[in-house]
């Protein structure tokens, strides 16, 4: 029997490389991806905890996030499309007409 | 004792993936990292009595997502993106970031109290089935969520369309900020040669 507290740990772990990846990467694509692993390290941690507690809430929590990180990919990439053909780039540091 | 193999052989993979898809210069590996992390993620879901979630891992975010950011990873220039620094310009600043919210998480979980169980144990759960007790949930319980998912559905749809259609007549937008000249604007509509 592996204890709760190692999934709560892989996830945290698994966060914050996805942190790590959306704070570090300049391509805006890359950034998206680095938001799907943090998602999925929610939705480990609400699975092992389903588990655990014998509920089923973390499970419908995790069927909804899916959903959710299914439509943010959609729009994300639709932005980011948008994006790429205005400026020709995904870059970050292209974008950066708000500023003063 | 084949249990606790199998979780350290896949936490190990999936840590040592997400370190690689944040690392690698190029996307479209950092991708398929993504893929291997996301199938060894659906294993510790069927660890976890979730099989219905592992299918759903599997069919929605490594076959439906990440095969969408790999269409758009083709249509961006990549020749153009692997010559660049893959990175911002403070990024120990970024990554100590990480590692400081890493170590305040590890330090915290220690303090972690489970709360009261709920009326699902893990006997029910395989005795009626995964895809039966979630869907019962789902459908009862979660009604109104599961509706309000549907029209999360939907506005992406629409929306996704909306931003990723090119409008008629639009030319082919390009800021004169940027001074590259490497990229030549697109002919608006070309006409095709009719035999």
């Known amino acids: 029997m592996i204890p709760l507290h190692w999934y709560i740990g892989l996830a945290s772990a698994l966060f914050c490389i996805g942190v790590c990846g959306f704070l570090t990467r300049r391509n805006l694509i890359m950034m998206l991806l680095s938001a799907e692993l943090m998602l999925n390290a929610v939705n480990l941690n609400l699975v092992a905890m389903s588990y655990y507690l014998e509920s089923l809430r973390g499970h419908a929590f995790t069927f909804f996030i899916i959903t959710v990180a299914a439509a943010e990919a959609a729009i994300g990439l639709g932005i980011a499309i948008a994006l790429y053909q205005h400026r020709r780039s995904v870059h970050t540091d292209s974008f950066t007409d708000l500023k003063g | ?195």
């Open chain 2, 1 to 195: 004792m084949f249990i606790p193999i199998y979780f350290w052989y896949s936490a190990f993979v999936i840590v040592l993936c997400g370190i690689l898809a944040i690392s690698l210069r190029n996307p479209v590996h950092s991708v398929l990292a993504v893929l291997v992390l996301f199938f060894h993620m659906a294993g510790l879901y069927l660890l976890l009595q979730a099989e219905f979630l592992a299918a759903v891992q599997i069919i929605v975010y490594a076959g439906a997502i990440l095969v969408l950011y790999l269409f758009v990873l083709f249509l961006v220039n990549l020749k153009e993106e692997l010559k660049l620094s893959a990175f911002v310009p403070g990024v120990w600043l970024g990554r100590s970031i990480a590692a400081g919210l890493f170590a305040l998480l590890i330090w915290m979980l220690p303090s972690f109290t489970s709360g009261v169980k709920g009326n699902w144990p893990s006997a029910a759960v395989s005795q009626a089935g995964h895809t039966k007790a979630l869907g019962g949930e789902l459908f009862t319980t979660y009604l109104i969520p599961f509706e309000i998912a549907g029209l999360i559905l939907l506005v992406a749809l629409v929306g996704g369309l909306v931003l990723a259609a090119r409008v008629e007549g639009e030319q082919s937008g390009r800021s004169g900020k940027s001074g590259q000249d490497e990229h030549p604007a697109l002919p608006p509509h070309q006409e095709e040669v009719q035999p």
